[in-house]
């Protein structure tokens, strides 16, 4: 059973990702014919874009109507949906970026800092970097391209980027990826290309992949991404197993084991 909601990142907004998260469970009661509150004494598996439990947890606690749950950052889920029980490596991109290694059942990961910090190789990423090098090359630090003309234009000058990035959010950045990854040859393509691809085998290699080891890619980004990495990471790609939801869901059945064997 299924039901969908808005964006719950608990880093950009945790009072709305909690509303969210209320909104799915009171779907959910309905569509299982279960009142919330029994719904809430049963098991829960939470993978949250953004959670950090010393700032996070507390909140989520008091604010939702679970009585057993479990809650983690999203990389989890999604290399357990992308693995199973696989050794093996992800590269996640898409609105945001990052990677994971599973070996032996043991998980590493690295990225996922989020759109300011971070998120490498992701849309938001895609868009902010992008408009940087609109600004190098109005300065002369680079060659004006086609798609460096083309962004100019989408805010007719460069004090329209400025006011535009002063008030962005990640999801407005990324916006601007189709239009960048839309021509692959632009010189100004090519560079966040090369840049993103570099930083992807750097994490892989710094959490202990290694090119005996599959590769997934996951998100809306990462199989555009794929020519452009280096020739042994393109010889390791391998099919996911299933999805981030898929990983969710067995790692949901493993805590709701757990919580059993504990009572």
Same mark, same amino acid.
């Given at each position: 059973?299924?039901?969908?909601?808005?964006?719950?990142?608990?880093?950009?907004?945790?009072?709305?990702?909690?509303?969210?998260?209320?909104?799915?469970?009171?779907?959910?009661?309905?569509?299982?014919?279960?009142?919330?509150?029994?719904?809430?004494?049963?098991?829960?598996?939470?993978?949250?874009?953004?959670?950090?439990?010393?700032?996070?947890?507390?909140?989520?606690?008091?604010?939702?109507?679970?009585?057993?749950?479990?809650?983690?950052?999203?990389?989890?889920?999604?290399?357990?949906?992308?693995?199973?029980?696989?050794?093996?490596?992800?590269?996640?991109?898409?609105?945001?970026?990052?990677?994971?290694?599973?070996?032996?059942?043991?998980?590493?990961?690295?990225? %996922? !800092?989020? #759109?300011? $910090?971070?998120? =490498?190789?992701?849309?938001?990423?895609?868009?902010?970097? +992008?408009?940087? &090098?609109?600004?190098?090359?109005?300065?002369?630090?680079?060659?004006?391209?086609?798609?460096?003309?083309?962004?100019?234009?989408?805010?007719?000058?460069?004090?329209?980027?400025?006011?535009?990035?002063?008030?962005?959010?990640?999801?407005?950045?990324?916006?601007?990826?189709?239009?960048?990854?839309?021509?692959?040859?632009?010189?100004?393509?090519?560079?966040?290309?090369?840049?993103?691809?570099?930083?992807?085998?750097?994490?892989?290699?710094?959490? %202990? !992949?290694? #090119?005996? $080891?599959?590769? =997934?890619?996951?998100?809306?980004?990462?199989?555009?991404? +794929?020519?452009? &990495?280096?020739?042994?990471?393109?010889?390791?790609?391998?099919?996911?197993?299933?999805?981030?939801?898929?990983?969710?869901?067995?790692?949901?059945?493993?805590?709701?084991?757990?919580?059993?064997?504990?009572?």
């Amino acid at each position: 059973m299924r039901v969908e909601v808005g964006a719950a990142n608990v880093t950009t907004d945790i009072e709305a990702a909690v509303h969210e998260i209320n909104l799915g469970l009171s779907s959910l009661s309905g569509k299982a014919g279960l009142a919330l509150e029994d719904l809430g004494k049963m098991p829960a598996y939470l993978g949250l874009a953004g959670f950090h439990a010393e700032k996070n947890l507390a909140r989520l606690k008091e604010g939702l109507p679970l009585r057993f749950m479990k809650v983690e950052d999203d990389r989890p889920a999604a290399l357990q949906g992308a693995l199973g029980a696989r050794n093996g490596a992800l590269i996640h991109s898409g609105t945001g970026s990052f990677f994971g290694v599973q070996v032996g059942g043991k998980k590493k990961f690295s990225g %996922g !800092w989020g #759109a300011i $910090l971070g998120d =490498c190789g992701s849309a938001a990423w895609f868009g902010k970097s +992008a408009l940087a &090098l609109v600004l190098d090359a109005e300065d002369g630090l680079l060659e004006k391209t086609a798609l460096t003309q083309t962004l100019l234009v989408r805010f007719k000058r460069p004090s329209g980027i400025l006011e535009f990035a002063n008030d962005a959010r990640p999801a407005d950045f990324g916006e601007l990826a189709p239009i960048i990854l839309d021509v692959p040859n632009d010189p100004v393509t090519q560079i966040l290309l090369q840049r993103a691809a570099s930083h992807f085998e750097r994490n892989l290699r710094a959490i %202990g !992949w290694s #090119a005996d $080891l599959p590769v =997934c890619l996951t998100g809306g980004l990462a199989p555009q991404l +794929a020519p452009y &990495l280096t020739a042994d990471v393109q010889s390791s790609l391998s099919a996911a197993t299933g999805t981030p939801l898929d990983g969710a869901v067995s790692l949901a059945r493993m805590f709701a084991e757990e919580v059993q064997v504990s009572c």
